[in-house]
T-cell receptor
Framework: KQEVTQIPAALSVPEGENLVLNCSFT??????LQWFRQDPGKGLTSLLL?????REQTSGRLNASLDKSSGRSTLYIAASQPGDSATYLC???????????FGTGTRLKVLA | DGGITQSPKYLFRKEGQNVTLSCEQN?????MYWYRQDPGQGLRLIYY?????DFQKGDIAEGYSVSREKKESFPLTVTSAQKNPTAFYLC????????WGTGGYEQYFGPGTRLTVT
């Protein structure tokens, strides 16, 4: 059964710092991996999606990498800003299924 | 603007009553999903549908029911059999065509409905 873990659960950094969020999954037979942002009391906003055949994906200050063999993905945020403060979640879709399994998220606070 | 709408934003019900949460999308997506989110926990899948008139149970389907009579609509009913219905409910949809290329199946989410049962 696929399990998705995100470490750390919470992170606090000064503005301007580059940071890395981690996502681990137990079953490497995935179709894709998606990173989301969630603000308090709101729905999820899609940030990046990496298909199983890709190694990385970039959007603005965000870069996500995928290493299927080791069951890991990282989300790199460059030059963090207070507006980046939110909870970041990763989700994995398994091969041959429409189901997505979510991690519990990393709560990020960027201090001005 | 294309997107997913959920209504209402807040819902209050008495214990023992059934309640239906609305989810509508105009993205022309084939697949739709219902998730439940509790404090400190990740999203848990309740039901999903990858095509009209067909749906599958997720990991926590007990006490919930759905229908998928139209491509754009996927309502969720929380029945009185659900033991702990108070939660934040999120609807999502996806399709094979996305900004990340063919077969991307990027999930898009609605704003959520917060249900409180007392």
């Amino acid at each position: 059964k696929q399990e998705v873990t995100q470490i750390p659960a919470a992170l606090s950094v000064p503005e301007g710092e580059n940071l890395v969020l981690n996502c681990s999954f137990t079953d490497s037979a995935i179709y894709n991996l998606q990173w989301f942002r969630q603000d308090p009391g709101k729905g999820l906003t899609s940030l990046l999606l990496i298909q199983s055949s890709q190694r990385e994906q970039t959007s603005g200050r965000l870069n996500a990498s995928l290493d299927k063999s080791s069951g890991r993905s990282t989300l790199y945020i460059a030059a963090s800003q207070p507006g980046d403060s939110a909870t970041y979640l990763c989700a994995v879709r398994g091969s041959g299924t429409y189901k997505y399994i979510f991690g519990t998220g990393t709560r990020l606070k960027v201090l001005a | 603007d294309g997107g997913i709408t959920q209504s209402p934003k807040y819902l209050f019900r008495k214990e023992g009553q059934n309640v239906t949460l609305s989810c509508e999308q105009n993205l022309n997506h084939d697949a739709m999903y219902w998730y439940r989110q509790d404090p400190g926990q990740g999203l848990r899948l309740i039901y999903y549908s990858h095509i009209v008139n067909d749906f599958q149970k997720g990991d926590i389907a007990e006490g919930y029911s759905v229908s998928r009579e139209k491509k754009e609509s996927f309502p969720l009913t929380v029945t009185s059999a659900q033991k702990n219905p108070t939660a934040f409910y999120l609807c999502a949809s996806s399709s094979g065509a996305s900004r990340w290329g063919t077969g991307g199946y990027e999930q898009y989410f609605g704003p959520g409905t917060r249900l409180t049962v007392t």
